[in-house]
T-cell receptor, first 115, second 116 residues
Framework: AQKVTQAQTEISVVEKEDVTLDCVYETRDTTYYLFWYKQPPSGELVFLIRRNSFDEQNEISGRYSWNFQKSTSSFNFTITASQVVDSAVYFCALSVGSGNTPLVFGKGTRLSVIA | GAGVSQSPSNKVTEKGKDVELRCDPISGHTALYWYRQRLGQGLEFLIYFQGNSAPDKSGLPSDRFSAERTGESVSTLTIQRTQQEDSAVYLC??????????????FGSGTRLTVV
């Protein structure tokens, strides 16, 4: 069975601080995909990134960066110089295989960035 | 359409009544997914469709829940004899081809269901 654990339920930071959101996953499949989604107060989920199990390169997109480590089954997300607009719930998700298997989501981390 | 559209956006119903929730996926998206999100919780998978068939119904919580999809387009999630524990946001997502592996999902804004 697949499982995604986001141990941090809520995080609060002051604007311009860096913050890392943790994600640990479990699967026995060798082919899988990892995702991060953002859910702002409006409620609509926004896709941030997809990473496949064969690509352990870290990725940076503006203030966002992702650290994928298969050795620890982790896919952590860092926001640099956080802004109030980053306040949202962030979900990590996992899909195994290469077909239509549904995403399994973690319970989410609520990030509050205070001005 | 340009995005995934769900209706109604809000629904308040009395306990014991049936409700229908509708999802219009992005045109051409063959995969469609339903999730439930209880207040302050993560997303709970309910069912997915590939075309008009549902290969995985494992997430439906009880036989009061059913879903269908017609014309590889609109999907309807029906909850019969609603209970208070059914109160949640019901999210629909679609994906262009063979699921999230290549494309990820595009989510709708959800239907907030309140059973009183």
């Amino acid at each position: 069975a697949q499982k995604v654990t986001q141990a941090q339920t809520e995080i609060s930071v002051v604007e311009k601080e860096d913050v890392t959101l943790d994600c640990v996953y479990e699967t026995r499949d060798t082919t899988y995909y990892l995702f991060w989604y953002k859910q702002p107060p409006s409620g609509e989920l926004v896709f941030l990134i997809r990473r496949n199990s064969f690509d352990e390169q870290n990725e940076i997109s503006g203030r966002y960066s992702w650290n994928f480590q298969k050795s620890t089954s982790s896919f952590n997300f860092t926001i640099t110089a956080s802004q109030v607009v980053d306040s949202a719930v962030y979900f990590c998700a996992l899909s195994v295989g290469s077909g239509n298997t549904p995403l399994v989501f973690g319970k989410g981390t609520r990030l509050s960035v205070i001005a | 359409g340009a995005g995934v559209s769900q209706s109604p956006s809000n629904k308040v119903t009395e306990k014991g009544k049936d409700v229908e929730l509708r999802c219009d996926p992005i045109s051409g998206h063959t995969a469609l997914y339903w999730y439930r999100q209880r207040l302050g919780q993560g997303l709970e998978f309910l069912i997915y469709f590939q075309g008009n068939s549902a290969p995985d119904k494992s997430g439906l919580p009880s036989d009061r829940f059913s879903a269908e999809r017609t014309g590889e387009s609109v999907s309807t999630l029906t909850i019969q004899r609603t209970q208070q524990e059914d109160s949640a946001v019901y999210l629909c997502a679609s994906s262009p081809s063979t699921g999230p592996a290549n494309y990820g999902y595009t989510f709708g804004s959800g239907t907030r269901l309140t059973v009183v």
